[in-house]
Nanobody, 115 residues
Framework: QVQLVESGGGLVQPGGSLRLSCAAS????????MTWYRQAPGKERELVAA????????NYADSVEGRFTISRDNAKNTVYLQMNSLKPEDTAVYYC????????WGQGTQVTVSS
């Protein structure tokens, strides 16, 4: 069964950095594109970043372009999100999601950016 376990969130001051991790299982990770989403209170869940399974091409939301970096380690079945120059508006619960015919969500990890 598909399992997704996000970790690495926490409280950080504006301008700080965090590295989120998502350990995945239950599907062929190396053949599957991966994404990060986030959801802030009162807002819809939005796509933050994506990475392909083969070439490693990446895409980012305009709001995080140049600040966040998505990467993957196929040997560990893990996708990462390096978050730099964090802003208060980055505060949200962050989720990883594989690009599969069906939707699967983990528990998410809370990121709070505040002084």
């Amino acid at each position: 069964q598909v399992q997704l376990v996000e970790s690495g969130g926490g409280l950080v001051q504006p301008g700080g950095s965090l590295r989120l991790s998502c350990a995945a299982s239950g599907f062929t990770f190396s053949n599957t594109g991966m994404t990060w989403y986030r959801q802030a209170p009162g807002k819809e869940r939005e796509l933050v970043a994506a990475i392909t399974s083969t070439s490693g091409l990446t895409n980012y939301a305009d709001s995080v372009e140049g600040r966040f970096t998505i990467s993957r380690d196929n040997a560990k079945n893990t996708v990462y999100l390096q978050m730099n120059s964090l802003k208060p508006e980055d505060t949200a619960v962050y989720y990883c999601k594989p690009i599969l015919p069906k939707l699967y969500w983990g528990q998410g990890t809370q990121v709070t950016v505040s002084s």
